[in-house]
C-alpha cells in the first residue's frame, strides 16, 4: 500500500492483550504506516524499543459522575475518551484498533471519526443463535434439537441480563456514550466495531456460525519478550511444557499439580512460573526443571505436550508449533478456550476440581498415547504457518482505510 497511515493501536496491559496488539503494531511500522501504541505503562520499554511511538493509558477507569472526575480519584471512562480523542485529532489518526477491555480508544474514535477496529485476541465472542453463551465453555450441540434448545435458551438469559452486573456495566456504559454525544449501543455484542473486527484465534477453533462481512479470523498474532536460553532435562523422553497462568494461580498449584502427577512417568518436565524473578522452593523431581520464564518460542517446537491454564496466547503458540495440549482453566475465558481445544480434538480439558496428581496423570497419559491429538494438533500448526495473523490483520486493515 503505497498511501502511509496514521495507526493507533490501543490495548490493556494485560499480557494476552497487550501481545498481539505490539505484534499487529510492529507490522503495521514494517509496512511504512505510523504507528503510536496506547497501553500500560509498563510496555513503553517494549514499545519504544521496537521503534514505535507510545501512549501511556489510565490504568484505572471510573463510570461513576460525570464530567471530569474530581482528583485523587482515577479519570471517568467519559474524561479518559475525551482526553484521548483530542490527541487523536492532534496525530491525525486514520484508524483506531482497540481490544474488547479497552472501551476509551474505541470511544474516542467515534468521538473523533476516526475509522475503528476492533481486536479480539481469542474465540469470537458475538452471540449465535443455536450456540452456547460465551464464555461459559459448553461444548456446541451436536443434532438440530440441541441448536433449538440453545436458541430459544437465549431470549429467556436476555431477560435475565437486568439482574446482572453485566447489564450493569452495559447501562453504564450507555450513559458515558450519552454524554460523549454517541447513541447508545444498539445490541448486546455492540462494542465490537461495525467496521472491521480481527479475531486473531485459529479458524479450527471456531464453532460453526454465520460470519459478519466485517469480521475476519486472521489467525493468532504471537508476539514475545526477548529471554535467555532455557535448558529441559536430559534425555529422550517426551518434554511436556507447564506453563502457569500470570493471573489465576498465585498459588502455582497447577506446577505442583503436574510435578507431584508425573515425577514417575516416563517423561520430561519444563514448567514455568512465568514470575520473572521469583524462586521456586519447593522440592524438583529428578525429571523435572523449573524456571521463572521461559521463550515459548524456543521451547514449545521441542514439546510433545503443553499444559496450561488455558490462557490464548499459550495455547495458540502450542498449537501453532502443532503441539496438544492439556488446559486446566480455574475460570472465565480459559474454560471457553479449553472447550474450543476439546472439540478441534487437538487436546484435552481437565477442570479445576480434578487438577489432581491422579487425574492429572491419566490426561497426560491419554495425550501422549493418543497419536490423534498430535495429528490434529499438527495440521492446526501447518495452517499458522501458512496464514500470518498480524499480516492478514495489517491488510484488513489497509483495505478499510481505502475502502
Given at each position: 500500500m503505497s498511501e502511509r497511515l496514521r495507526v493507533i493501536v490501543a490495548t490493556i496491559g494485560w499480557t494476552g492483550h497487550a501481545f498481539p496488539a505490539i505484534a499487529l503494531a510492529r507490522e503495521l511500522d514494517a509496512r511504512g504506516h505510523e504507528v503510536t501504541v496506547e497501553s500500560f505503562e509498563r510496555w513503553r520499554s517494549t514499545?519504544?524499543?521496537?521503534?514505535?511511538?507510545?501512549i501511556a493509558a489510565p490504568e484505572q477507569l471510573s463510570f461513576a459522575g460525570t464530567g471530569r472526575s474530581a482528583a485523587p480519584g482515577p479519570p471517568t471512562l467519559a474524561q479518559a475518551a475525551r482526553d484521548l480523542a483530542g490527541v487523536l485529532a492532534d496525530l491525525r489518526a486514520d484508524v483506531v484498533v482497540?481490544?474488547?477491555?479497552?472501551?476509551?480508544p474505541a470511544l474516542a474514535a467515534e468521538v473523533a471519526g476516526a475509522r475503528r477496529v476492533s481486536l479480539i485476541p481469542h474465540p469470537y465472542p458475538a452471540h449465535e443463535p443455536g450456540l452456547p453463551f460465551y464464555p461459559l465453555g459448553l461444548l456446541p450441540p451436536r443434532t438440530p434439537l440441541g441448536m433449538l434448545a440453545w436458541r430459544a435458551t437465549w431470549p429467556a438469559i436476555g431477560t435475565r441480563l437486568p439482574n446482572t452486573r453485566l447489564r450493569e456495566v452495559r447501562a453504564a456504559l450507555d450513559l458515558t456514550r450519552a454524554e460523549l454525544g454517541l447513541g447508545?449501543?444498539?445490541?448486546?455484542?455492540?462494542?465490537?466495531?461495525?467496521?472491521?473486527?480481527?479475531v486473531a484465534t485459529f479458524p479450527?477453533?471456531?464453532?460453526p456460525r454465520r460470519w459478519p462481512a466485517h469480521v475476519?479470523?486472521?489467525?493468532?498474532?504471537?508476539?514475545?519478550?526477548?529471554?535467555?536460553?532455557?535448558?529441559?532435562?536430559?534425555?529422550?523422553?517426551?518434554?511436556?511444557?507447564?506453563?502457569?497462568?500470570?493471573?489465576?494461580d498465585p498459588e502455582l498449584g497447577l506446577v505442583r499439580s503436574v510435578l507431584e502427577a508425573l515425577e514417575r512417568e516416563p517423561v520430561r518436565v519444563l514448567a514455568t512460573t512465568n514470575r520473572p524473578g521469583g524462586e521456586w522452593a519447593a522440592p524438583v523431581p529428578a525429571n523435572a526443571t523449573v524456571v521463572d520464564w521461559l521463550s515459548y518460542a524456543q521451547v514449545m517446537p521441542r514439546a510433545s505436550l503443553v499444559v496450561c491454564h488455558g490462557g490464548h496466547g499459550t495455547i495458540a503458540r502450542a498449537l501453532g508449533e502443532g503441539v496438544p495440549v492439556l488446559v486446566c482453566p480455574p475460570a472465565g475465558d480459559m474454560a471457553e478456550n479449553g472447550a474450543r481445544v476439546s472439540?478441534?480434538?487437538?487436546?484435552?480439558?481437565?477442570?479445576?476440581?480434578?487438577?489432581?496428581?491422579?487425574?492429572?496423570?491419566?490426561?497426560?497419559r491419554r495425550l501422549l498415547g493418543d497419536r490423534g491429538f498430535a495429528a490434529r494438533a499438527g495440521a492446526i500448526g501447518a495452517w499458522g504457518r501458512d496464514n500470518d495473523g498480524a499480516a492478514a490483520g495489517a491488510s484488513l486493515i489497509e483495505r478499510l482505510a481505502v475502502g
Open positions: 514499545v519504544e524499543g521496537l521503534g514505535l511511538g507510545f482497540s481490544d474488547l477491555f479497552t472501551l476509551a447508545p449501543q444498539r445490541d448486546y455484542d455492540g462494542q465490537i466495531s461495525e467496521q472491521l473486527a480481527l479450527q477453533l471456531e464453532y475476519h479470523v486472521t489467525g493468532p498474532m504471537p508476539f514475545e519478550l526477548p529471554h535467555g536460553e532455557v535448558e529441559p532435562p536430559r534425555g529422550e523422553d517426551p518434554l511436556v511444557v507447564v506453563a502457569s497462568s500470570t493471573e489465576r472439540w478441534a480434538g487437538a487436546g484435552l480439558m481437565l477442570p479445576a476440581r480434578l487438577v489432581r496428581a491422579g487425574p492429572m496423570r491419566w490426561a497426560v
